[in-house]
């Protein structure tokens, strides 16, 4: 186990913001971007594990009203100083995901990127809106082959098919399993309807 492993989570996070280079992270993912023309440019969304604040910011940028939500500090300061650079804004919120709820707000827009907190999916589910969107992608446990010194264990990491399982109430409008560019992920674009 790395030494950094063994600090709480808002510590680590903290630290590893704090050592970030300030032009690494300031971009959106790629499945959040190809996402972007088919999300709505108006309304509220909610950045899931935020970060440094890259999707925050293209949301943002999007039309979207931002909650970034990260247990990092160090990472929203950084998100909130990006979207200042890039002429917008987001609302940062410090929290411990693992309480395992969300703010209260509905969204219309909930973005998880790289991030698995599976006990956090009932919340995530709770807060989107009547026909809200959801764009969720992290690592599937493939991602061990490739870095196998990067994760301790599977708790962390989804099982094949298993993305698709845990949103079975929501209508799938994208989905895809596999790796590309040395990371193993799923990615779900998903509608909720009544």
Request: proline letters at 6%; hydrophobic letters at 40%; a neutral charge.
């Amino acid at each position: 186990m790395r030494d950094e492993d063994r600090l709480p989570d808002r510590q680590r996070w903290d630290q590893r913001y704090t050592s970030l280079e300030p032009e690494r992270r300031t971009t959106p993912t790629p499945f959040v971007s190809a996402c972007l023309p088919r999300l709505p440019s108006c309304g509220y969304a909610l950045d899931v594990a935020a970060g440094a604040g890259r999707n925050s910011v293209a949301l943002a940028k999007h039309g979207l009203q931002v909650d970034a939500i990260d247990v990092s500090w160090h990472g929203l300061h950084r998100a909130a100083a990006l979207a200042a650079r890039q002429h917008t804004t987001i609302n940062p919120i410090v929290l411990d995901l693992a309480r395992g709820w969300l703010p209260s707000r509905r969204y219309d827009v909930i973005v998880n990127s790289l991030f698995l907190m599976r006990e956090l999916i009932p919340a995530i589910k709770a807060a989107l809106s009547e026909g809200g969107w959801l764009v969720f992608e992290t690592f599937t446990i493939t991602q061990m082959e490739i870095t196998p010194h990067r994760f301790n264990s599977h708790d962390r990491l989804l099982r094949p098919g298993e993305l698709r399982q845990l949103f079975p109430d929501l209508s799938i409008i994208d989905y895809w399993e596999g790796v590309e560019d040395d990371r193993a992920t799923a990615r779900l674009l998903a509608r909720f309807f009544v």
